[in-house]
T-cell receptor
Framework: AQSVTQLDSHVSVSEGTPVLLRCNYSSSYSPSLFWYVQHPNKGLQLLLKYTSAATLVKGINGFEAEFKKSETSFHLTKPSAHMSDAAEYFCVVSENSGNKLVFGAGTILRVKS | GAGVSQSPSNKVTEKGKDVELRCDPISGHTALYWYRQSLGQGLEFLIYFQGNSAPDKSGLPSDRFSAERTGGSVSTLTIQRTQQEDSAVYLC?????????????FGPGTRLTVT
């Protein structure tokens, strides 16, 4: 079965500094990987997805993630945090040919002014 | 255009009662998914539909949980004889088709509280 591990439950950064949210996956074959964001009292929104094309994936709002097969990692980064980035972020892997999303435990990002 | 909608947004029920949660997918989306988000278990897959059939029900936690989809559109998740551990946010998602290339679009969820 596929699984993802988000290495930090909470990350705190200052506005304007880089963001790094870490994710490792376990998969028996080439996975499809996603990052979703959930703002307080809002629905889940897709930030970006990797589906075996380019290993560096660019998403919305300046986020990007790099698929590293040798490290089984799919870390999410952003060069400069904004206050509006404060939210919970989920690393997700799909299984059953994409019909079932398996979510990590989530990382809460706090952005300090 | 309209996104995935769910109703009610909040539901408080007494232990032992039955509840029905509704999901209206995005028009034209053939696949529909139910997930549950709870403090102890995080976000878990429950069931998905392709059209009106449910090829994967593996995430339903017990036989008290059931779901149906009619007309390839609206879906209802029913929980019978609710228990306190059923308290969670129930999320619905839909996608253009089933499978990897299609993005799943999530609704705002129904917050269920069992007292």
């Amino acid at each position: 079965a596929q699984s993802v591990t988000q290495l930090d439950s909470h990350v705190s950064v200052s506005e304007g500094t880089p963001v790094l949210l870490r994710c490792n996956y376990s998969s028996s074959y080439s996975p499809s990987l996603f990052w979703y964001v959930q703002h307080p009292n809002k629905g889940l929104q897709l930030l970006l997805k990797y589906t075996s094309a380019a290993t560096l994936v660019k998403g919305i709002n300046g986020f990007e993630a790099e698929f590293k097969k040798s490290e089984t990692s799919f870390h999410l980064t952003k060069p400069s945090a904004h206050m509006s980035d404060a939210a919970e972020y989920f690393c997700v892997v799909s299984e059953n040919s994409g019909n079932k999303l398996v979510f990590g435990a989530g990382t809460i990002l706090r952005v300090k002014s | 255009g309209a996104g995935v909608s769910q109703s009610p947004s909040n539901k408080v029920t007494e232990k032992g009662k039955d509840v029905e949660l509704r999901c209206d997918p995005i028009s034209g989306h053939t696949a529909l998914y139910w997930y549950r988000q709870s403090l102890g278990q995080g976000l878990e897959f429950l069931i998905y539909f392709q059209g009106n059939s449910a090829p994967d029900k593996s995430g339903l936690p017990s036989d008290r949980f059931s779901a149906e989809r009619t007309g390839g559109s609206v879906s209802t998740l029913t929980i019978q004889r609710t228990q306190q551990e059923d308290s969670a946010v129930y999320l619905c998602a839909s996608s253009l088709g089933a499978g990897g290339p299609y993005e799943q679009y999530f609704g705002p969820g129904t917050r269920l509280t069992v007292t």
